[in-house]
């Protein structure tokens, strides 16, 4: 659960890798299903039928004849379908992971077929609460229905399918994506080969579940969600702002947020005191809070917080060793030594369960003071290793072809 | 750490074929390569540094980041039938805690080390009256990451005081194997296949010459 979208870097990036290349302009598209009697839409874990269901999603690269190079990434809690590139030439910064992937990045689009979809529940041009509902013609609002991780994944295998590819080279994701990638190797183990695991857990603490409910309640308290009917009025911007920058506060880290902030004072106007002179890292705040609201839906910030603290391997599938007995891909799990939401710990639960399984995989922690954000701003630790790890799965993959 | 391939060839020999295997400070994952390719065993590699976990992940070697001081938690009890621990001994702080972790999680057990009471070492000691530095010990005292250096004596001796098995031993002064005999004097790298005596009679009877 993550900033998906860094288009204003927050952390100086003096360790930002050789820009090699971008992805050039991109555009969306879309896919619908369920919208005829015999196409049916998504069978949601709470036991509702979704449909129809659009999928906003972007590709970067070619797929080789024989389908076999494609990659799916899993964008985190408030990430998009628009990992690399830029939509206008005048756009302020590329997609959210645009310092992995491109020609010659860690997902190489030179080599690969990068693809990547918003989520449903989500508000980047997926089907989510505020999309229309077909049965009354006005947005669902809270009559959308809860949707899991898992319900994310059924969505993306029928754009796989109907992408034509049988089998992905890999998923990968970071946070929320990450969840994503764990419950693609649980639950179609035999539509993938690699799964890269970032900065994730297989169940979110009672800490991480607690800062999700402080941003729900922040959106629930401002006047204008009005039970999350507010589409035709004033979007509760105010209770979605202090969400966000509550959970900002989350993806960074006390070490990160004293080399970026320190004490320091935003514009020391007199030399007396006074309530409103802002430290710089509550102007940081107010403005990541604001960014937001233009771009993010709030009751989707709800849908998709409640998805991922429902995401629990042990409980929906019994242990962990149950979750990934029929997984035959490789696993790369990588997490981050400051990031304090989703600990390293929890990746070691996961490794220690494949590793019980005889699966293969590999686990490094990346030491990097950037917090949860890490997986969005370490490239140049992490690319090496996700670099290393398709070419071995590409390998194998024309190996056995 | 020093590791030659002469020295896999005597790791490869203690192998047998179709195993599990954990190599611990495994590098970048040769030594896991060569089983895989020579004995189709299945291995798991566990290294501490970054740079060596990328070349595994490139030979396609499933490595754990790890650090060997802290034991071997992460590791069930007797789930692979061999733990590898080469040219590493030496450098860990609790070789007696690391040998009886790697008891209780291998079948068997091949720890590989250089024997200190080598004659150069010996004599550049006694004669010299300087630390011994060679080929096998390339280090300055001050420098060298060699904290627990021992003998081919001293390690049979470890054994016996901890109830492990030597269920074989090769001791090599280059290419030559040498004899029961002169191996505390001649022998430049030692390699043990152990295994626990309490847990583990059936390996203990294990039919290796």
């Known amino acids: ?401 | 750490m020093h590791r030659s391939p002469i020295s896999y060839d005597r790791i490869v020999e203690l192998v047998e074929p179709e195993s599990t295997v954990l190599d611990l400070g495994c590098g970048n994952g040769e030594l896991l390569q060569r089983l895989r390719l020579e004995r189709s065993a299945h291995g798991r590699g566990v290294e501490i540094e970054e740079s060596l976990i990328r070349e595994c992940i490139a030979n396609g070697i499933s490595v754990f980041q790890g650090n060997l001081d802290e034991g071997l938690q992460d590791y069930e009890s007797q789930t692979y039938d061999y733990v590898i621990l080469n040219q590493t001994l030496q450098v860990v702080h609790q070789p007696i805690v690391l040998l009886r972790e790697m008891i209780r999680v291998g079948r068997r057990v091949i720890v590989g080390f250089p024997n200190f009471a080598f004659v150069q070492n010996r004599v550049q000691l006694t004669v010299g009256g300087r630390m011994p530095k060679n080929s096998t010990l390339p280090y300055e005292w001050y420098d060298t990451p060699n904290i627990h250096l021992c003998t081919y004596r001293d390690f049979h001796q470890l054994c016996r005081q901890e109830q492990i098995v030597v269920l074989r031993q090769i001791c090599m002064n280059g290419r030559w194997r040498i004899p029961a005999g002169l191996r505390n004097l001649l022998a430049i790298d030692v390699y043990f296949l152990l295994a626990g005596r309490h847990r583990n009679g059936i390996a203990a009877k294990a039919s290796y010459g």
């Open chain 1, 1 to 401: 659960m993550s900033d998906g979208v860094p288009r204003v870097s927050h952390i100086p990036m003096a360790d930002r890798p050789n820009d090699t290349g971008n992805c050039g302009i991109v555009e969306p598209r879309y896919y619908t299903f369920g919208e005829r009697d015999d196409d049916p839409g998504v069978h949601l874990d709470c036991g509702q039928e979704l449909r129809p269901v659009r999928l906003c999603y972007e590709t970067y690269g070619t797929l080789n004849r024989d389908r076999s190079n494609a990659i799916l990434l899993l964008h985190a809690f408030s990430g998009d379908a628009h990992a690399a590139g830029y939509h206008h030439p005048e756009d302020k910064g590329p997609g959210w992971w645009d310092m992995m992937v491109g020609p010659g990045k860690a997902f190489d689009t030179d080599r690969y077929y990068v693809i990547c979809s918003n989520v449903i529940g989500g508000c980047s041009g997926s089907t989510g609460p505020g999309s229309v509902n077909p049965t009354t013609g006005r947005r669902y609002g809270l009559d959308f229905p809860v949707i899991t991780i898992a319900d994310m994944v059924r969505a993306q295998v029928r754009l796989i399918d109907y992408l034509g590819i049988d089998r992905l080279l890999a998923v990968a994701g970071g946070s929320m994506g990450g969840m994503q990638a764990l419950e693609w190797a649980s639950s179609f183990p035999e539509r993938i080969s690699g799964s890269i695991c970032l900065a994730t857990t297989a169940r979110l603490s009672a800490q991480g579940i607690a800062f999700d409910a402080v941003g729900r309640n922040a959106i629930m308290s401002d006047p204008r969600w009005n039970n999350g009917d507010y589409y035709d009025s004033e979007p509760p911007a105010r209770g979605l702002a202090i969400a966000r920058m509550i959970g900002h506060i989350t993806y960074l880290s006390d070490e990160s947020m004293r080399l970026k902030f320190g004490r320091r004072l935003q514009e020391r106007a007199s030399a007396e005191l006074d309530l409103f002179e802002q430290f710089e890292v509550e102007s940081y705040l107010e403005h990541k809070g604001g960014t937001f609201v233009d771009r993010f839906d709030a009751n989707s910030y709800i849908y998709l917080s409640k998805a991922i603290d429902y995401f629990d391997l042990v409980e929906s599938k019994g242990s962990l060793d149950a979750a990934f007995v029929d997984s035959s891909c490789k696993f790369l799990v990588l997490s981050f030594t400051s990031d304090w939401l989703y600990p390293a710990y929890h990746s070691k639960e996961i490794v220690r369960a494949l590793m019980r399984l005889g699966k293969d995989v590999s686990y490094t922690e990346i030491s990097s003071p950037y917090g949860h954000d890490a997986f969005l701003l370490e490239s140049e630790r992490q690319a090496p290793l996700v670099s290393a790890f398709l070419n071995t799965l590409m390998r194998e993959r024309e190996a056995d072809a």
